[in-house]
């Protein structure tokens, strides 16, 4: 019975075209490298003024738009329904958030609480009657 042979020998890269290769490769990821850190210059938590600030690929976890920096919401914390002030934006675990303020900002409760339970999702946002 005769043999075919079903594979061609591989042919070898040449050395200098191998070398472009891998510096064209080692280029690409130091770019990729310094765009994600780019993204990530933002700290988790940290407020900014505008979503253009915070990094890309964020996702927010509610039907309704992104509220505007000034505008009044209601948003469920600690069990209560609340009206909050958005001041700016912040981030975390890849979604966007809400930097508030209560509406009453003397309140008893607003003192105690943590600097980062100013800090609201889109999932904690009351919905629209």
């Not at 070898?12 to 891998?22: G, Q, T, V, Y």
């Not at 770019?31 to 933002?42: G, I, P, V």
Request: include cysteine; charge should be positive.
């Amino acid at each position: 019975m005769k043999s075919t042979n079903l594979y061609r020998p591989a042919k070898r890269i040449p050395a200098d075209r191998l070398a472009k290769m891998r510096a064209a490769s080692a280029a690409k990821k130091a770019a990729a490298e310094l765009a994600h850190q780019q993204r990530q210059a933002t700290p988790e938590f940290a407020p900014v003024p505008s979503l253009k600030a915070l990094p890309g690929g964020l996702h927010w976890s509610a039907q309704q738009p992104v509220p505007a920096v000034g505008k009044l919401v209601s948003a469920s914390q600690g069990g209560k329904v609340e009206t909050v002030k958005v001041l700016g934006y912040c981030h975390a675990a890849g979604f966007i958030g809400l930097v508030t303020q209560p509406f009453h900002p003397g309140s008893r409760r607003a003192h105690k609480m943590h600097p980062r339970a100013h800090c609201v999702f889109g999932s904690q946002l009351a919905q629209a009657a």
